[in-house]
């Protein structure tokens, strides 16, 4: 049985947020867009717009169908950051535009956070705690750093920071940041690996009705799986990672997970129907018993020159420092998929949006790995001490999954690195483990 993930439309408890949501966005995107690229100043870091939107409008706010404040962080920074990871911005905003543009991911997990797909589903906006918001704008200047140092990073993708606020509700924080996996293609397995064991399984038991939920740890060590990539593509994957870690370590955050999705080619796309793409997510990440099955989305394909048409009009109202009109996007808003999603010059989605596994002897194997490193904004601070302290009691220390960030890192990347390797190498390994 496959559950359909939640279409956000009016009837949706969340509509007016969501839709509130993407108004925002667009209005101020396309406001920061409209202007003449300029250089960065330590001011662009700390900045922050705030618009108050209404039925009536304004000359700097098109009017809107809802009362609501935007708060808009960094727009500078984060144009800068789209530039960087190569998005062109009038498909930015189309993907973030349009009325019923949403999917709905799930219970919120542990952490509470909400998950939306944008209908294009290359985009996901996650809400974030206050905590992680103030934490992102602290560590941004060495987050742009890091991401022009590293234009292959494998840390999340973060593409605008924003904050929306109803009439009498209370304020929310989100994310807009990549998909790690592609439209186009099944996912067939997804693990979250933090390299802990504690409390890190997903009981196989309840997988029988549901192949596709996010597996942990101790699902991907008893399935003796490896990431397979072949000498060159290992070296470039871990050199990656390596870096991506000094970075959290240094900025002191911890419980982040490498996700990792994994497209089998021999079993193709059985699911991805044609005109239809259907997806499965297991939002929330946390352990599986707080969550109901994981959800899929189901999307249709619009007509091509729909999409064409429409990217021209938004660029065109982009040079014309227009505001791009409200209501307007209607259900003929595109939504389309998108050829492949070959990013081009990215070292980690080169092989049709993901990194193409490779044998021992270089040869090409069947699985594509999507990857990359999520939910990284999470501070060492007093809540994980606290957690530390009090598991600290019963379990093995190191296994325990709050550790200080200095030995999360360290313990995450000996795992990831401990499981990229051939099967031949990890036999090798073995008997070497077994001579000594
Ligand atoms: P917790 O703090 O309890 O782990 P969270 O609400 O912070 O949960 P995440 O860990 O960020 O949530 O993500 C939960 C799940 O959502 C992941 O395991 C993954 O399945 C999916 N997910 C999150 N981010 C992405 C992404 N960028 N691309 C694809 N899937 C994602
Ligand atoms: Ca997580
Ligand atoms: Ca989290």
Partial sequence: RVLVGTKVDEKHANWVTAYNMLTGIRVSVSRTNAKLDRDLTDADFEAKQKSTFDIAGNELVPSAKYDFKFKDYAPWVFRH?????????????????????????????KSGSFFYFSRDYKYIIKTIHHAE???LRKILKDYYQHVTNNPNTLLSQFYGLHRVKMPYGKKIHFVVMNNLFPPHRDIHQTFDLKGSTVGREYKEDDLGTNSRATLKDLNWLRRQQHLEFGLHKKKLFLEQLQKDVALLQRLKIMDYSLLVGIHDAQRGNEENLRGKTLRVFNPGGSAPEEHEQPHSVLMRTPSKLETQRKARELRQMIKSERPVPMGETG????????????R??????QDDGGFRATHEDNSPADEIYYLGVIDCLTHYGIIKKLEHFWKGFSNDRHQISALPP?????????????????????ARAAQEKDAA
């Fill in 81 to 109: 950051l789209r530039r960087l990871f190569r998005l062109d911005p009038a498909d930015y905003l189309m993907s973030l535009t349009g009325k019923y543009i949403l999917s709905e991911l799930g219970s919120p997990g």
């Fill in 406 to 426: 200095q030995e999360y890192g360290e313990r995450f990347f000996n795992f990831i690195s401990g499981i990229t390797m051939s099967p031949e190498e990890a």
């Fill in 344 to 349: 081009p010059g990215f070292v980690f989605n």
């Fill in 331 to 342: 259900s003929q808003m595109p939504d389309e998929l998108g050829e492949g999603q070959n």
């Fill in 133 to 135: 918001h103030k934490f």
